[in-house]
């Protein structure tokens, strides 16, 4: 492994960013972090359709623009995630 993966932190923010995909649990809220957790508290006592609107649109934004900043990217692709999960689980906070 390299020098760069050897920190935890690092490691687990370049597994996300590759992969697409989130360690964060929208339950437990293990692996995310405060801005994650925020979103969640936010759009888990929202209705289904709300969210699925939401979703619809975070979709838009990464088809329409080519040019977004990576951060901007991967925010995006964070609460996609969180909102389909939250669509598939009963959270209860």
């Known amino acids: 492994m390299c020098?760069?993966?050897k920190d935890e932190d690092y490691?687990?923010?370049?597994?996300?960013?590759?992969?697409?995909t989130s360690l964060c649990d929208v339950v437990t809220k293990a692996?995310?972090?405060?801005?994650?957790s925020d979103y969640i508290d936010k759009w888990a006592t929202k209705p289904a359709e709300a969210r699925q609107v939401?979703?619809?649109r975070l979709q838009k934004m990464l088809g329409e623009d080519p040019k977004l900043k990576a951060e901007a990217k991967t925010w995006i692709k964070q609460r996609h995630q969180i909102l389909?999960?939250?669509?598939?689980?009963?959270v209860e906070l």
């Open 3 to 5: 020098d760069e993966l």
């Open 54 to 56: 939401q979703l619809a």
């Open 11 to 20: 490691m687990f923010g370049y597994v996300e960013e590759a992969s697409g």
């Open 31 to 36: 692996g995310c972090d405060d801005k994650q």
């Open 84 to 90: 389909t999960k939250l669509g598939v689980q009963e």
